[in-house]
């Protein structure tokens, strides 16, 4: 992905950290490195994501002491997080089906004529 992805990205960053919270507490970096198997992320990316969904609520955060260093930062999704995650991914699913269909309608009208 190149040049517009990052429009598109931005879209579903949030959508992504949430689902990887869902049903376990997560650092930062293990986001990151996460998100980064399937679409190329910056740690800078998303910290500003994980602190507007800790401010908003969707995410509450603590520290844990490491085995490997200085205490990490952890991540939880909260109750009203886990809703939004829910309404998300329904608007997200309806999206993708939705450009899908145009996708797929002009397909399979490439060869029609339109009068």
Same mark, same amino acid.
């Given at each position: 992905m190149v040049g517009k992805s990052n429009q598109f990205k931005k879209g579903v960053l949030e959508l992504c950290v949430l689902y990887l919270? #869902? @049903?376990? $507490?997560?650092?930062?970096?293990? /986001? &990151? !490195? =996460? %998100?980064?198997? @399937?679409?190329?992320? &910056?740690?800078?990316?998303l910290y500003p994501i994980l602190r507007r969904l800790v401010k908003e609520g969707y995410c509450a955060a *603590? =520290?844990?002491?490491? #085995?490997?260093?200085?205490?990490?930062? +952890? *991540?939880?999704i909260t109750s009203?997080? !886990? #809703? +939004?995650?829910? $309404?998300l991914n329904k608007e997200w699913t309806e999206f %993708?089906? @939705? %450009? &899908? #269909? /145009?996708? !797929?309608e002009e397909d399979d009208g490439a060869n029609k004529s339109f009068f």
């Open positions: 919270l #869902k @049903n376990q $507490d997560r650092y930062g970096y293990e /986001i &990151t !490195q =996460l %998100v980064n198997k @399937n679409i190329p992320l &910056t740690e800078g990316a *603590y =520290l844990k002491e490491s #085995k490997s260093g200085p205490a990490r930062k +952890y *991540y939880h009203l997080g !886990q #809703k +939004y995650l829910f $309404d %993708v089906e @939705n %450009v &899908t #269909k /145009i996708k !797929q």
